[in-house]
Structures are given as structure tokens and as C-alpha cells.
């Protein structure tokens, strides 16, 4: 099992910054992907960003020069600085993380963090 904890949520005028943090604990060992998705009332969960245990990220075009993901693998934590933020990036903001055991893989999500920009 892999227990993810998300922080660093808040209320934020647009334009602000936040800096989103995910601590992972538990069986942290085979984690390879990890990302951030959001969730905005009314809307599917959405991808945000991914990054893989090697470092290599991938971001969706909203947040393209906006947004940067990172990892520390030493620490088991997820990051990602959030820049310029808008009021449509009001949302909830869940880690996730996939473990592979052999030729499955496991999902695992935190519990969430809610980011609220006002205009």
C-alpha cells in the first residue's frame, strides 16, 4: 500500500502562486509515475501533470509555461509550483501515484487539496 497526503492548497488572487506538496509513505519502494489531476465542480477528474521516476514530465496544454512538477525521491514527495494561476484553475487537486507489481499496476490517489482563485 502507498499512502499519499497532498498540502499546500489555498485561496489565492489570480495572477498568485501556490506550491503544492505530496508526501508519500508506505511501500514508496516501486512507485513509478506520478502526477497531478484536479477536479473542478461539475467536471471530470483531469490530468495536470506527470512526471516518471526518472524525472521526464509531461504537462497538458493549460498549464503549459505555467506550471512545473517535480519529485524528490530521497524525500517521497510530489511538487508542483503552480504560476499565474487563473480562476478556472479553481479545483481540487488529488496526487496520484502507480506502483507496478510485475504486470499490474496500482493506482493510488491522496485525499485532495482544494485551490481557489479569485479574479
Known amino acids: 500500500q502507498v499512502q499519499l497526503v497532498e498540502s499546500g492548497g489555498g485561496l489565492v488572487q489570480a495572477g498568485g502562486s501556490l506550491r503544492l506538496s505530496c508526501a508519500a509513505s508506505g511501500n514508496t519502494f516501486s512507485i513509478n509515475t506520478m502526477g497531478w489531476y484536479r477536479q473542478a465542480p461539475g467536471k471530470q477528474r483531469e490530468l495536470v501533470a506527470s512526471i516518471s521516476s526518472g524525472g521526464n514530465t509531461n504537462y497538458v496544454d493549460f498549464v503549459k509555461g505555467r506550471f512545473i512538477i517535480s519529485r524528490d525521491n530521497a524525500k517521497n514527495t510530489l511538487y508542483l509550483q503552480m504560476n499565474s494561476l487563473k480562476p478556472e484553475d479553481t479545483a481540487v487537486y488529488y496526487c496520484?501515484?502507480?506502483?507496478?507489481?510485475?504486470?499490474?499496476?496500482?493506482?493510488?490517489w491522496g485525499q485532495g487539496t482544494q485551490v481557489t482563485v479569485s479574479s
Open positions: 496520484n501515484a502507480d506502483r507496478k507489481m510485475g504486470a499490474i499496476t496500482y493506482a493510488y
